[in-house]
């Protein structure tokens, strides 16, 4: 692939957009016009109580499901409020683990003790360059969170298998949730994560 030119369409706080003109594999001249976005995190955070496995409780044992940190918040572009994982966009400079560090502080009020990378992908490579890392986070310690002026963000934990029926039947519709989602589940499924 070789750019035989480039112009920034837009520039805004978030993103540019580039209209490029491009020789493909292949030898295709065409136009590309690509959003240009930083990155961005997505957290898992999961309760760590299913560590345990059984739970002694004052009737003998209950078995207790891992349970993920979803928010809920209205989505412009959707036009609804939407159950996602927590997530925000890497900052200039910023390396990825702060960054997912920062956003589930900020949003949610937990920081985690334990962080690890878990999926790495392009949400719509036919136009846009972000990519999403999702970090599993454990080990939850609450807080108080930091919202921005205009996020209105509730927080709600939920069982993995409840999550993972709401993906299912729609009721979560968002990409980087349903990816994590379904990954936590899949990993749960052969051990623990």
């Not at 690890?116 to 969170?145: H, N, Q, W």
Request: charged share 30%.
């Amino acid at each position: 692939m070789r750019i035989l030119s480039s112009k920034v369409a837009y520039r805004g706080p978030i993103f540019q957009v580039t209209s490029d003109q491009v020789r493909e594999p292949g030898g295709i001249r065409t136009r590309r016009d690509i959003v240009r976005h930083s990155g961005s995190v997505v957290i898992l955070a999961v309760d760590e109580g299913w560590k345990a496995g059984k739970l002694r409780g004052r009737r003998g044992v209950a078995n207790r499901e891992m349970r993920i940190l979803l928010e809920r918040q209205y989505r412009y572009a959707a036009n609804q409020f939407l159950w996602e994982l927590p997530a925000g966009r890497i900052d200039e400079g910023e390396d990825e683990l702060p960054a997912a560090q920062r956003e589930l502080l900020e949003e949610t009020g937990f920081k985690a003790e334990h962080w690890r990378r878990v999926l790495y992908f392009y949400p719509s490579p036919g136009f846009l360059d972000e990519t999403m890392a999702i970090y599993l986070a454990t080990g939850l310690k609450r807080g108080a969170a930091q919202l921005e002026a205009d996020e209105a963000i509730r927080t709600r934990f939920f069982p993995l298998s409840k999550a993972v029926t709401m993906v299912m039947n729609g009721k979560i519709a968002d990409g980087k949730t349903i990816a994590g989602m379904l990954w936590l589940a899949r990993k749960r499924g052969e051990k623990s994560p």
